[in-house]
């Protein structure tokens, strides 16, 4: 789960990281408009010397770059800043408006902390030219940034802090003060059951009583939904991972089905196509998915069953996908099973397509245990309910089925657009032979 800014500042502050003062507002709220110069908070913001920050809310980066962030000094910009909410931001709604403190700084900084798949353990990433020129300073080459692996048993050490602070050629006095907020970041990171947490920047603060300090002025962090199980104290909005939206109700259908059984997995992502996509595994399916777009087709969604989920699970997960009105085809795909039962997974398949009965052309290939079975409770429904259904079995690879599908959906539609033709130059005819 991606979280916003404002929850990613209560996480950092929770473990000790200095934050700039802020107030959140959020769309709809009493408090969304600000009109007179008393208003507590905001009023406190603009008096203090710098002005203050207006941020959307937003699940999606770079919003310096695209303006969704403001510099407000006066109150009329300050009105102007308010009026990012309800507005949209990269195709994705504003709710809410975290209203910050200006800080002044010396310098600033790009931290991240992020689990390392090569390597399998954590890691640190730092770089002394952080801000909204981060990613292009990476892509020139122009930027130094150093990466330290994190032995998981030991934790972040100090000596690790100071290996990288030598890289980047901070002074003895600033590496004893980034110290404590370097540690404070990496328990955030391992307690809180983290994937990524990044702050860019990280600014060291040049002038007042906080001179030399340093303080996060961002926070993107991510959080590993399979430990969530661990902080039952958090209430964060649903929300899609790796997308900048709210889950659908689909969506968040299948999420609860899956979280009331242990056994196996099902997942629904919804997308802007056409085609239903109900495949099993990881691996295979993002190969599947890639076929199907080259073949002309558009995903419906991205769907996954693995590890033998039973009859109910794929029945409530097919019948979720069927739900998606203007679907246009429908492909049942995956690889050669191992622990998987192909019978009672496609006899879910088969209860749901009993019910909707969809009009559109139905491709399916699976093999695994029981796959002859499998198929054959497929071919039966399809007889018993007049579905346009064609089952194939390993003899018949993955990816040509995207083929075959497509060809099938192109076929159906230029005929619905003959007939269309046709029905119209009746009709035409009969009009002229009534006038």
């Known amino acids: 789960m991606r979280l916003y800014e404002f929850e990613g500042k209560e996480l950092l502050k929770k473990y000790g990281v200095p934050v700039p003062d802020s107030r959140l507002i959020r769309w709809g709220a009493s408090d969304s408009g600000v009109s007179t110069a ?25 919003r310096g770059k695209h303006g969704g962030i403001k510099r407000c000094c006066t109150l009329a910009e300050l009105q102007e800043g308010l009026s990012m909410l309800g ?10 408006l975290l209203l910050e403190q200006v800080i002044s700084f010396s310098h ?27 990613e292009d300073n990476v892509t020139s080459g122009t930027g130094t940034m150093v990466r330290i692996k994190i032995d998981p048993l030991l934790g972040l050490q100090e000596w690790n802090i100071r290996e990288a602070a030598v890289s980047l050629g901070l002074s003895k006095e600033q590496t004893a003060r980034i110290t404590p907020v370097l540690l404070s970041f990496y328990r955030c990171f391992e307690q809180e059951d983290a994937v990524q947490v990044e702050v860019n920047p990280l600014v060291e603060v040049s002038a007042g009583e906080s001179a030399g300090a340093f303080i996060a002025l961002d926070a993107k ?20 991972a790796g997308f900048a939206r709210p889950p659908t109700e689909r969506e968040l259908l299948v999420k609860e089905v899956n979280a009331k ?19 099993a595994s990881g691996g295979g399916s993002i190969t599947c998915m890639d076929a199907l777009m080259s073949c002309g087709g558009r995903p419906s969604n991205y769907t996954e069953f693995s590890g033998s989920p039973p009859t109910e699970k794929v029945y409530h997960l097919t019948k979720a996908l069927l739900s998606k009105p203007g679907l246009r085809g429908l492909w049942i795909v995956g690889a050669i099973a191992n622990f998987t039962r192909v ?14 009965k969809p009009g559109y052309p139905i491709v399916v290939r699976r093999s695994g245990p029981n796959e002859e079975e499998g198929l054959e409770i ?19 690879p993955m990816t040509k089925t995207a083929k075959i599908l497509m060809d099938k ?19 035409e005819q009969e009009q002229r032979s009534v006038c």
């Open 38 to 62: 008393d208003e507590s908070t905001p009023s406190v913001l603009l008096q203090s010397g710098g002005g203050c920050m207006a941020k959307a809310q937003v699940l999606s980066g770079l």
């Open 87 to 96: 507005s949209t931001f990269n195709n994705e709604p504003v709710h809410a």
């Open 108 to 134: 600033q900084y790009y931290v991240s902390f992020v689990f390392d798949t090569d390597t399998r353990s954590p890691m640190m990433i730092l770089s002394a030219q952080g801000g909204i020129a981060i």
């Open 221 to 240: 962090i991510e959080l590993c939904d399979d430990g969530a199980y661990r902080h039952k104290e958090r209430v964060y909005s649903p929300r899609v």
């Open 261 to 279: 059984d242990y056994r196996g997995t099902v997942k629904y992502i919804e997308l802007d196509g056409d085609i239903g996509f109900l495949a």
């Open 343 to 356: 019978d009672e997974t496609l006899q879910g398949v088969a209860q749901a397509l009993e019910e909707i």
């Open 378 to 396: 497929l071919r039966r429904t399809a007889a018993a309910c007049g579905l346009d259904l064609v089952a194939y079995g390993a003899e018949m």
């Open 409 to 427: 959906v192109n076929n159906v539609n230029g005929h619905i657009k003959e007939n269309t033709k046709e029905n119209n130059t009746i009709d």
